[in-house]
């Protein structure tokens, strides 16, 4: 008896988040998040994948509306969900985005590094990091980077010699 209350409800799950799904993709947003936000409440606890799906698909809908808050809230609970914790690269990068927007840079280059570690360790041989991930991370070192006020001084005053005579065209080629 359990086990067919648990496909029903997995059922009516799943025809929800399809529901959801189609206006997603349709631009409604905000009636998208009302939907994920039922689903949520209607999933049982048991049913983990679903529940993972429904959180960071929520996520990114925050992500769209600019509700970073929303974005990192929804992103970390699945990330606690999923076995093992913190290992889900999607949800990773949402929250890697979420952090970018209320400019916690240090956060989000932490998840970003571990995005692309799951990326890397998935595909072994052949990995390929995305242009967009390489690019935050390039943005995220330059904002935070310890020697960041060291590199914007080097940049600001062309006849200055650090680093035991070392011109600034060599520190910079070395970067």
């Not at 606690?80 to 889900?88: D, L």
């Amino acid at each position: 008896m359990y086990d067919e209350k648990l496909e029903e409800k997995r059922v009516l799950v799943s025809l929800i988040k399809q529901q959801a799904n189609h206006r997603f993709w349709l631009g409604d947003i905000d009636t998208t998040i009302v939907e994920y936000t039922d689903d949520v409440k209607l999933c049982p606890l048991k049913l983990k994948k679903e529940r993972i799906v429904l959180y960071s698909n929520r996520a990114q809908c925050y992500l769209l509306l600019n509700n970073p808050d929303g974005a990192i809230s929804d992103a970390t609970i699945a990330l606690s969900i999923v076995k093992p914790v913190n290992s889900h690269d999607k949800r990773l990068w949402r929250r890697s985005q979420a952090y970018y927007m209320k400019g916690l840079a240090k956060e989000s280059l932490m998840d970003c590094f571990m995005f692309i570690s799951f990326v890397t360790v998935d595909k072994k041989k052949h990995a390929k990091i995305a242009y967009y991930a390489v690019h935050m991370i390039k943005k995220l070192m330059d904002s935070i980077w310890f020697f960041a006020s060291a590199k914007s001084k080097l940049s600001n005053n062309g006849s200055s010699f650090i680093d035991q005579g070392r011109s600034k065209e060599e520190l910079i080629s070395n970067e």
